[in-house]
């Protein structure tokens, strides 16, 4: 992004205090602190309007730089900017922000990314993204880049909805996903309701907690609505997913195969694509037999990983599995 452009999206190119810092036009200085002090409810004297830009070195009003609550937010949180934040949608600090300066949304939206269809020439560099992006997360190693490998062989895949993230000539990310079906409880009378779920999602690791993973599911689950897929659900961490729309699936009347129907599964997650889709059902979703593919076929498995450059297996702590 444009360095010139704020934490919270207004273009220092084109801010007074700026003009008034590089011609040192005190008349300037002036009308912007009565503007400032009217706009955030403090008094700001022209004196301190001495700035050449909220995120580049130098002069920096005392306003921006001890004061503003987005400022201090931001930096709390370490983002470069406010576009990068999963909760950019819903903060009350930018809404004010974008009431006065409307532009301020599509800056933060401007990419130093692009997202494009998956392709051929693609496969082996996801595996090799895919597999440095788990590797000893969720167990010694990882499994992920296998599910993937074998799951474009499978009916069930959607290579509509496969897609790869570049910033620059580096691939740092990947999504793909499979049609599966919610089956009616004992109680409910119906057919399969068709829908989909997704995973592995990967960033590369020097990219990740940067917002390019939900800017890259957001992205997916838009074109996945497109194509009049109804509903996704899939197995994840609330605290990240509730920002790409995701809410506890027990909540939407779909229940995890294998779990009592009055559990509340914590990571177990759904999200409504197209509104009234589950028509206030309820369901049970088990997860597609394609995610199992390294305990089915571990010979298969244990070749393929072989073909990878040699990696140390860790045991850690935050593992769910120990093998």
Excluded at 9 to 34: E, M
Excluded at 41 to 49: E, F, L, N, Q
Excluded at 155 to 175: N, Q, R
């Amino acid at each position: 992004m444009n360095p010139l452009i704020a934490f919270c999206g207004l273009d220092c190119a084109h801010c007074d205090a700026r003009t008034a810092t590089i011609h040192n036009d005190n008349a300037l200085r002036q009308q912007v602190a009565r503007q400032w002090s009217e706009w955030n409810h403090v008094d700001i004297p022209a004196a301190s309007i001495n700035c050449l830009g909220c995120r580049v070195e130098g002069a920096k009003c005392h306003y921006c730089e001890n004061l503003c609550p987005i400022r201090k937010c931001i930096l709390k949180r370490g983002y470069a900017h406010c576009g990068e934040c999963p909760d950019m949608e819903n903060c009350a600090m930018l809404y004010e922000i974008q009431k006065n300066a409307p532009e301020t949304k599509a800056n933060l939206r401007e990419t130093d990314f692009t997202i494009r269809p998956e392709r051929p020439e693609d496969y082996r560099a996801a595996e090799c993204l895919t597999r440095e992006a788990f590797w000893n997360v969720y167990r010694p190693g990882c499994q992920e880049h296998f599910v993937l490998h074998c799951f474009r062989n499978r009916p069930e895949y959607i290579p509509e909805l496969a897609f790869v993230m570049e910033k620059g000539d580096e691939l740092i990310g990947h999504i793909m996903f499979v049609r599966t079906t919610l089956s009616p409880i004992a109680n409910e009378t119906g057919e399969q309701l068709p829908m989909a779920t997704f995973g592995p999602i990967s960033i590369a690791p020097a990219y990740q907690r940067k917002g390019y993973g939900l800017r890259l599911l957001q992205y997916a689950l838009e074109r996945a609505r497109e194509m009049g897929i109804g509903a996704v659900c899939m197995e994840g961490n609330i605290d990240f997913y509730k920002h790409a729309g995701f809410t506890l699936a027990s909540r939407l009347g779909i229940h995890y195969h294998g779990e009592p129907l009055d559990a509340e599964v914590p990571y177990f997650l759904a999200q409504e694509l197209t509104d009234g889709y589950l028509q206030g059902k309820e369901y049970i979703y088990a997860t597609p037999q394609g995610y199992f593919a390294a305990i089915d076929q571990p010979e298969a498995f244990a070749e393929y990983d072989a073909t990878f450059p040699v990696k140390e297996k860790q045991k850690l702590p935050t593992q769910l599995f120990t093998e």
